[in-house]
């Protein structure tokens, strides 16, 4: 085998920040990469999950993916589906010849409680309305009807996105925060904060704390320590452009949510709780039996994603399967996929991301865990030596990609349709222009006509 075409071949799915890193660090590390997408453009939750004008921060996260794409080691098809249901199996690239596949499609289901009513109108996951304020199709032209009493399931960052789009985008009357547990174990970051931070009722929040006091004080737990984290972020927060009245409700736990015969969301049911210490150290809630409906014409669960079922994996807790007993560990992880009914890993199929640990760290954490996910196939594929005839792999896989009814993205029509959308943004005077719907892109492009003839 003559040097340059010494490498091995390698799969990577999903092109989030995840699948973008470890593309490179599988280049690096001597693989020619095929770097596949659901979405016509890369950069996964980079791209459509950070909120919508935090402009810099997304052309920072772009600049440096351009440059890792550039790479002539890594090629990228968008508009391509890999699942049970999608345009290719995970089978159908094992039989092309693909030495290993890496699945980096981060957590694309959604999670919900259980709760009579979710089927309401007016209740919604926290990643549905993302996608929609962020213009990824086809979220971008879905109908969400927000009310104004807004209840939020959880106390995250998501949940702070979330409420930074109701305060000072929509400027509803009302956003409440529901956590079960108490103010100790709120998990968003005072960045997140100082974007509503303006918007809260300190008076409720003090109120709150003293109502919890007694039942957070009495598992050991500060909380005035979490009153002060929790106003740290008032200082530098943003000017007040909205009369929103923002609030926490802790020690408070989703029961049912209540519906008109109309099937619109009129209250959310809640049960009061207390905090019972675990013996590792952590805490759960527990009902207390205390019934109460809460004023709210809106639910948003913020609790978290889970994996795609229908993938073609196995999933366990709301992640695919790891090989519990891993060959290749980095860091002491596993980035092996695993059956448990056969017991045994599957043959060349790897996760990273949110694949591996849904809804765990931000673009940091996808970047870190992408590049481990590169570096457990990078010991798998020592173990098998160089492709026989990679040429031959990347003409059939380009082969198979034709017979296909939908155009598919090359690496140069993404870099052209960049450039269309930066073009459209000047000339409309705009921070960022992104078109609506996959069938825009794809007109821009001249790979569709949407005019009839």
């Not at 659901?38 to 997304?58: F, N, S, T, V």
């Not at 008032?234 to 909205?242: D, Q």
């Not at 994603?305 to 695919?320: H, K, Q, Y």
Request: glycine letters at 10%.
């Amino acid at each position: 085998m003559s040097e340059e075409h010494k490498v091995y071949m390698v799969a990577v799915v999903g092109a989030g920040p995840a699948g973008i890193y470890a593309a490179r660090q599988l280049s690096q590390g001597g693989a020619r990469v095929t770097l596949i997408n659901r979405d016509i453009k890369p950069g996964g939750l980079a791209e459509y999950g950070i909120y919508h004008d935090k402009y810099k921060m997304k052309e920072g996260l772009r600049r440096q993916f351009r440059n890792i794409l550039a790479d002539e080691n890594i090629d990228y098809f968008g508009n391509l589906t890999v699942g049970a249901q999608g345009d290719l199996t995970l089978d159908d690239l094992r039989s092309l010849g693909f030495q290993a596949v890496l699945v980096t499609v981060g957590a694309q289901g959604t999670k919900w409680l259980g709760l009579p009513g979710e089927e309401l109108k007016g209740v919604y996951h926290a990643k549905d309305l993302v996608y929609h304020y962020n213009q990824l199709p086809p979220y971008s032209l879905q109908k969400f009807e927000i009310g104004r009493r807004v209840a939020l399931i959880g106390v995250g960052n998501v949940m702070m996105d979330i409420a930074h789009w109701l305060v000072r985008d929509l400027k509803v009357d009302e956003v409440v925060a529901i956590a079960r547990r108490g103010p100790s174990e709120v998990k968003f970051s005072r960045a997140e904060m100082e974007n509503v931070g303006s918007n809260l009722d300190i008076a409720a929040l003090e109120a709150e704390i003293e109502r919890v006091r007694p039942a957070v004080e009495a598992v050991g737990q500060n909380v005035d320590e979490s009153k002060a984290f929790i106003l740290s972020g008032v200082p530098k927060a943003l000017p007040r452009n909205s009369d929103t009245r923002f609030r926490f409700e802790f020690l408070t736990s989703p029961r049912r949510i209540l519906g008109d015969e109309q099937g619109q969301v009129t209250g959310l049911e809640v049960e009061d709780t207390l905090l019972e210490l675990r013996s590792n150290g952590d805490t759960r809630a527990v009902g207390t039996g205390n019934y109460r409906v809460l004023d709210v014409d809106t639910v948003v669960f913020c609790i978290g994603d889970r994996v795609d079922n229908s993938f073609g994996l196995p999933v366990e807790w709301n992640e695919f399967v790891k090989n519990p007993n891993p060959r290749f560990p980095v860091e002491g992880n596993s980035y092996e996929a695993y059956d448990p009914q056969a017991q045994k890993p599957i043959e060349g199929v790897f996760v990273a991301g949110w694949s591996r640990q849904a809804s765990y760290g931000l673009v940091g954490m996808a970047r870190k865990d992408g590049e481990n996910g590169g570096r457990a196939v990078l010991q798998y594929l020592e173990t098998l030596g160089y492709a026989e005839r990679p040429q031959e792999i990347s003409q059939n896989f380009r082969r198979l990609l034709r017979q296909l009814e939908h155009p598919v993205i090359a690496k140069e029509d993404w870099q052209r349709l960049e450039q269309i959308e930066q073009q459209l943004a000047i000339e409309k005077g705009l921070e960022c222009y992104k078109f609506s719907t996959n069938e825009e892109m794809l007109e821009a492009l001249g790979l569709v006509s949407l005019t009839p003839a």
